[in-house]
């Protein structure tokens, strides 16, 4: 059984901050049991202290990470591809391996559109006072709605007076 000390505990810190290991990947990767590990956590205030501050850093680069993301796809982005096509000789190395010959390298520009999707989901959340994403279902006239609860008897008889025909 591992015993509990300072380094184990950076090691696990560091793991949980540099990706998404589940607490099984995490035990085996530093030699300790599930168990020994949730033991730990619910008996060592400073090891369970550690475990939260390393999952909010990883949760707070994860959302940097994203914004990121989120503004390549709004502005759209240029990458580069490259495509090398190669050929068989037919002479073998000394290794047996079949010797192969770079024909063609060649490297392409292509420039990403902005995601229309993406932008109208940022807009609709960030801008919703002018970007709404639903429909007015209120039926009015001259800029006044017609129907808000509860309609008085005088607003009802403004209303047909104003439809009646003459």
Not at 157 to 162: A, F, M, R, S, V
Request: net charge positive.
């Amino acid at each position: 059984m591992a015993k509990y000390n300072k380094a184990i505990v950076d090691r696990i810190c560091s793991l949980i901050r540099g990706d998404s290991y589940t607490i099984a990947e995490i035990c085996k990767n530093v030699g300790i049991s599930e168990g020994l590990f949730y033991k730990w956590k619910a008996e060592k205030v400073e090891f369970f202290d550690a475990i939260k501050k390393a999952q909010e850093d990883f949760n707070e680069f994860l959302q940097v990470e994203a914004k990121k993301s989120l503004v390549k796809m709004l502005q759209g982005y240029t990458v580069t591809e490259t495509k090398t096509v190669t050929v068989d000789t037919g002479e073998k190395t000394e290794t047996g391996k079949p010797k192969i010959k770079i024909k063609e390298h060649t490297k392409t520009e292509k420039h990403i559109q902005p995601n229309p999707t993406l932008i109208i989901f940022t807009l609709t959340n960030r801008d919703p006072e002018n970007w709404k994403n639903r429909q007015s279902t209120d039926i009015t006239s001259g800029g006044e709605k017609l129907f808000e609860a509860p309609l008085t008897p005088e607003k009802r008889k403004e209303i047909l007076e104003q439809w009646a025909v003459k």
